[in-house]
């Protein structure tokens, strides 16, 4: 059982780097040709079909979409993100910012402990939503200012890796 008061032991489970880019298409052909990086999983969020899915912005519901791409680098995950439409994080990131790492992430066995230690600490959810896989859920927080970066939480699916599936033909896949 995870110690919801240890952070050695909420942020343990290391497994993404989130970037974002203003053309996901673009960015996985110069990564593929250039460094050698893919496969690829390739996703529109949020998925298609799906009527479970939450999304928060700040606090209140939200109402923005994006483009994903996944591949695996090791241990680690990367992640592109293409803001497609409304209000997010992920424009915001890409308005300010310009292209670039937006955050890393851990997965964590349940969300609110984390939400509620981070509460705790005056960090507060900028952003969050359910995740690809249905029962999983992802968290974005307000530590830019605090660390330079956004930190996410996953929910995991028991029994899963904790990896960003892929989708084909609307069908979650691994």
């Known amino acids: 059982m995870q110690d919801a008061t240890n952070p050695k032991e909420i942020f343990n489970d ?3 780097i989130g970037v974002i880019v203003p053309d996901v298409d673009r960015s996985i052909k110069a990564l593929s040709e250039v460094f050698g990086i893919g496969p690829w999983r390739v996703i529109d969020w949020p998925p298609e079909g799906r009527t479970d899915i939450r999304k928060f912005y700040h606090g209140e519901p939200g109402d923005f979409t994006a483009r994903m791409a996944f591949a695996e680098l090791g241990p680690v ?5 293409q803001p497609v439409a409304g209000q997010s994080i992920w424009a915001d990131f890409l308005a300010d910012h310009g292209p670039g790492i ?3 992430r851990f997965n964590v066995p349940e969300m609110e402990p984390v939400v509620e230690y981070l509460a705790g600490r005056g960090v507060g959810v900028a952003q969050m939503g359910s995740g690809i896989r249905p029962g999983t859920s992802w968290a974005n927080f307000d530590t830019e200012q605090l660390v330079g970066f956004i930190i ?4 995991t699916a028991p029994g899963s890796s904790g990896r960003t599936p892929a989708i084909v033909n609307g069908e979650v896949q691994g």
């Open 102 to 104: 937006h955050h890393i």
């Open 77 to 81: 995950e990367l992640e592109l993100i």
């Open 152 to 155: 996410e939480v996953m929910k």
């Open 14 to 16: 290391f497994v993404q």
